[in-house]
C-alpha cells in the first residue's frame, strides 16, 4: 500500500497561504487527483495538478509552476535532489505488514548466514526509506547493517538513484555485501558494477530475497552488442535534456570534442523528454544520451539507431576500454 502525506502537505501549504498552488504528480497518483484538489482548495488556495509524466525529483516542475503563476509547487512522489524556488517536497512511501516483514528479515538472516557475512550495507529508494532502520535494527541481533550517507543529490541515509549510488560508496569499505530494498532490478544491476561483493535483492512487497548474480552478465551481452553496433559510426547527435536534474550542457559538449578529435561528426540536440519520435528526421548514426541513463537501459530498443551513455561511447572512441565499462552516474 502507497502512503501519501496528503494532510502533512495541507497543513504545510496552509501555513504559507499561497493564492495559487501548482502540485505535481507521478503517473501511480493521478487516480487521486481530485482528492488532491478537493484538499489543498479547503485549506484556502487554489490548486493545479500537471498531468505531464514526471520521472523523479530530478525532473521538477518549477518553470510550469512559474508560467502558470503559482506561489508554491508541491512535489509528491520523490525526495529533494536540488533546490526548487517556492517547493515543497512530499515522497510517497510504502506501507508493510509488521508481521510480514519480520518473517521476511528472518529469511534474510539465513541466506546471509549461508555466506558467513556479517557486515552488511543496507540500501533502498525512497519509497521504502521508513523500512530501512526497522531491517537494521532487527539484523543487528547477529549482523552489521551500515546505512551510509549519500552526496547533496541524496536526501535520505541509505537512498540510492538510478543515477547516483554515492550512500553505498561511504560505507563500501565496512561491508561485506549489500542487500538492497526494493522492488526493481535497476538498482541492484547498478551494485553489480561498483562492488564484486554479494549483492541480495530483497523484495518486501512481493517477499522474495535472492542473489543478485545472473543479471550483470545478460546486461551487459546486451550493452556489448550496442556498442559494436556502433564501431563504424561516423556521425553521432549528442542529447540533452532540459530537464533541471538531468541538463549536463558541459557534458555535452566534452563529448563533441571527444568524438570531432576522432575526425567524426557531432552534433548537439535538446528537448525536455529524450523521446525516439522526436528524433525522426535527424541524420546520425548514433545517438548519445548525456541525460539519466535509464534512458538507454530501459528504452534503447524504442530508439531507431544506437543509443549509448557516455561511457560507451569513450569505449566506442577508445578511450576507455571494455573493462571498464559501468553504469554512467549524474553527479
Request: charged fraction near 30%; hydrophobic fraction near 40%.
Amino acid at each position: 500500500m502507497i502512503k501519501i502525506e496528503l494532510s502533512r502537505a495541507v497543513k504545510e501549504i496552509a501555513k504559507r497561504k499561497p493564492k495559487l498552488v501548482v502540485v505535481q504528480i507521478p503517473e501511480g497518483l493521478k487516480t487521486r487527483t481530485n482528492e488532491i484538489i478537493e484538499k489543498i482548495e479547503a485549506s484556502g488556495s487554489e490548486c493545479i495538478v500537471l498531468m505531464d509524466p514526471c520521472f523523479g525529483a530530478c525532473d521538477l516542475a518549477s518553470d510550469k509552476a512559474e508560467k502558470l503563476g503559482a506561489d508554491l509547487l508541491v512535489h509528491f512522489g520523490h525526495s529533494k535532489m536540488y533546490e526548487g524556488k517556492n517547493t515543497l517536497f512530499f515522497p510517497l512511501f510504502y506501507s508493510i505488514d509488521s508481521g510480514k516483514m519480520v518473517a521476511q528479515i528472518g529469511r534474510l538472516e539465513e541466506e546471509l548466514d549461508k555466506r558467513n557475512l556479517k557486515n552488511i550495507c543496507l540500501a533502498s529508494t525512497i519509497q521504502f526509506r521508513d523500512h530501512l532502520k526497522f531491517i537494521r535494527e532487527s539484523l543487528g541481533k547477529k549482523f552489521k547493517a551500515h546505512i551510509g550517507k549519500g552526496s547533496s543529490r541524496i536526501a535520505e541515509e541509505g537512498q540510492v538513484l538510478g543515477c547516483n549510488y554515492s550512500s553505498f560508496r561511504n560505507v563500501n569499505a565496512e561491508c561485506d555485501a549489500v542487500v538492497f530494498i526494493g522492488d526493481g532490478l535497476f538498482h541492484p544491476l547498478g551494485f553489480t558494477f561498483l562492488t564484486e561483493k554479494p549483492i541480495f535483492h530483497f523484495n518486501p512487497l512481493g517477499g522474495t530475497i535472492r542473489e543478485f548474480e545472473d543479471e550483470r552478465e545478460m546486461f551487459l551481452r546486451k550493452r556489448h552488442g550496442a556498442i559494436a553496433s556502433v564501431q563504424n559510426a561516423k556521425s553521432f547527435a549528442i542529447l540533452v535534456s532540459t530537464k533541471s536534474g538531468q541538463m549536463f550542457k558541459e557534458r555535452a559538449f566534452e563529448l563533441r570534442k571527444l568524438i570531432e578529435s576522432k575526425g567524426k561528426k557531432a552534433i548537439i540536440l535538446a528537448m525536455d523528454y529524450i523521446m525516439p519520435e522526436y528524433l525522426l528526421g535527424v541524420e546520425a548514426d548514433a545517438y548519445v544520451n548525456t541525460a539519466c541513463p535509464r534512458i538507454v537501459i530501459d528504452d534503447y530498443s524504442s530508439f531507431k539507431k544506437p543509443i549509448l551513455n557516455p561511457t560507451e561511447l569513450e569505449i566506442v572512441l577508445g578511450v576507455k576500454k571494455w573493462e571498464e565499462f559501468k553504469l554512467d552516474e549524474l553527479d
